[in-house]
């Protein structure tokens, strides 16, 4: 057994290392080093925390074995998912973290006296608040998570869900999430602390139905700062440093992921929370609709098209990874190098389903992560490029958020695709993006359609090379 | 006067939201997906919490109301801690350059 303070050194430790595992992120050459100081981290908040109890009792040998547990599935699970799988896999860790932080709440409810917060019934105030509202947000983090993860799985439909009278329902649920913990901690009436968890995991559901799809990427930020903000609150129940250190380091992470999609959509947080975007605007788009002429193309043509260029900037979108053509896609850009033909990736921010969703993509791929650029390093460009290749991209690439006041994403940075010699599009129709409007581009006289799968147009190009 | 020791807890709050903001500034956004996944598994460092609670019931009875939640919360954010960090390792190795000399 070891002192109170000696182990609140250690947490204060395990809390340095976790800033320096984010400080790693940096950079890709120290990013590695950087995971490693996490896993250090946690190596010793984990002992620290037995060595304080210092029960080795039966009870330890359980501890172990659901450790063990969790750990084995949680290995298993990490290695055997796909890339393209990261989406999904990021917001079911979410929601375990969310029911994690509910379960320890719900334990330190139940059994006051093990954490020395008092006794049932009469726990003490500040504790009470602050566990009440880590296991609010804990539900809501779960609840919330899990509507995402089926969303991304395709389990449940990607379109919003919106109904009569949301907006107003969700405002009284939030208010009384709000009354309920005032009364439980004035009453420590367990009936109301089981009405809140109830309450919290139905807002969780609630917030993220009526958003869409291509969303996601905010919303699994905001739930990466929802988990964090979880564990903050437990921190504080349980007085633990390194959880406040970290559940303040998540928080503020997950804000700032949220902030950069937002400003990459140009749309306001509130604005994507309150959802139902792609489900209003299709109405307006559906009447604009009139047949125009597009040229289409081969792979044949597109491969003629990029033999003959001497610079080609690929840019690919969340259909790329929906057809899982990023090997396909390397081979091609091979290919290409060999014939000399200097070869960049442009990455829209909002690209895929998560922040750095393509970039994990195609350093899977083997592409080298120097030769892929953010929107903002490249888009001078591609006025210099011969050979803009879109793949499963289409709503970044729309000039009208730069022409069209009345466009729904007017204001949203794109990349200046039309500026390029000649643009191939790979798509499988011309249907509108997620955002429910055509893209001009499709009409332009450089652009050439490719019609067909991503996958199975890149490898028919790379035979043509 | 005697200061509450919330206090200082709320202090290094605070203070690591502002780390927290610095720190996630300076992060490549190539590097977004494995900031998600590792923050993931640290904030399962509530596992800390979890393991007190399983560890609450006495000798004659492991397994009380209390201490049940404990087990399982053990189990959820192991799944996190390990799953977690073991993929944000394989992201990772992933992240090559460019060789510099060409065959």
Known sequence: ??????????????????????????????????????????????????????????????????????????????????????????AGFHSLVGLAAVFVAISAFLNPDAFNLGSPGNIKLGSLIEMSIG???????FSGSIIAF???QGIMSGSPITFKGQHPLNAIILISIVALIYLLCSSQSSHLFWILLTVSFLIGFLLIIPIGGADMPVVI???????????????????????????????SSGAILSYIMCKGMNRSFFNVILGGFGATEQSSSSKSKEQR??????????????????????????????????????????????????????????????PGHMNVLLAEANVPYDEVFELEEINNDFANADVAFVIGANDVTNPVAKTDPQSPIYGMPVLDVEKCKSVLFVKRSLSPGYAGIDNDLFYKENTLML?????????????NL | MEIDPFIFRLSIFIL???????????????????????????????IVGAIIAGLSGNS?????????????????????????FLVTQRMLAMYKKKKKDKK
Request: glycine share 10%; no cysteine; charged share 10%.
């Open chain 1, 221 to 251: 930020s905001m739930l990466n700062s929802y988990s964090g903000w979880a564990a903050a609150g437990i921190g504080f129940t349980l007085e633990n440093t390194a959880l406040i250190i970290t559940g303040a380091l998540v928080g």
């Open chain 2, 60 to 84: 004659e009875s492991v397994f009380n109301h209390s201490s049940v939640f404990g087990f399982l919360a053990i189990s959820l954010a192991a799944i996190n801690i390990f799953g977690g």
């Open chain 2, 16 to 46: 690591s939201i502002f780390i927290g903001y610095y720190v996630v500034w300076s992060v490549t956004p190539s590097l977004h997906t494995p900031l998600m996944s590792v923050t993931n598994a640290i904030s399962s460092v509530i």
């Open chain 1, 135 to 141: 296991a609010a947000v804990g539900a809501i983090t």
């Open chain 1, 293 to 354: 002429p597009v040229k289409s193309g081969n792979a044949d043509d597109a491969a003629f098209l990029m033999k003959n260029a001497s610079s080609v900037i690929i840019v690919p979108g969340y259909g790329m990874a929906v057809a899982q053509a990023q090997h396909a896609l390397r081979e091609m850009v091979d290919t290409l190098k060999k014939n000399d033909i200097k070869v960049s990736y442009a990455i829209h921010p909002v690209a895929g389903r998560m």
């Open chain 1, 150 to 152: 089926l969303k991304l």
């Open chain 1, 451 to 463: 019609f067909a799968d991503a996958k199975k147009m890149t490898e028919d190009i790379t035979k």
């Open chain 1, 1 to 90: 057994m070891i002192s109170a303070n000696l182990s609140a050194i250690f947490y204060l430790i395990s809390g340095v290392l976790f800033i320096l595992a984010l400080r790693g992120l940096s950079s890709p050459e120290t990013s590695r080093q950087g995971n490693f100081f996490g896993i250090l981290g946690m190596i010793i908040a984990i002992t620290v925390t037995f060595l304080s109890i210092g029960n080795f009792s039966s009870g330890f040998i359980f501890v172990l074995i659901f450790l063990l547990l969790g750990g084995l599935i949680g290995a298993y699970i990490a290695y055997k998912i796909p890339m393209t799988a990261m989406p999904e896999l990021v």
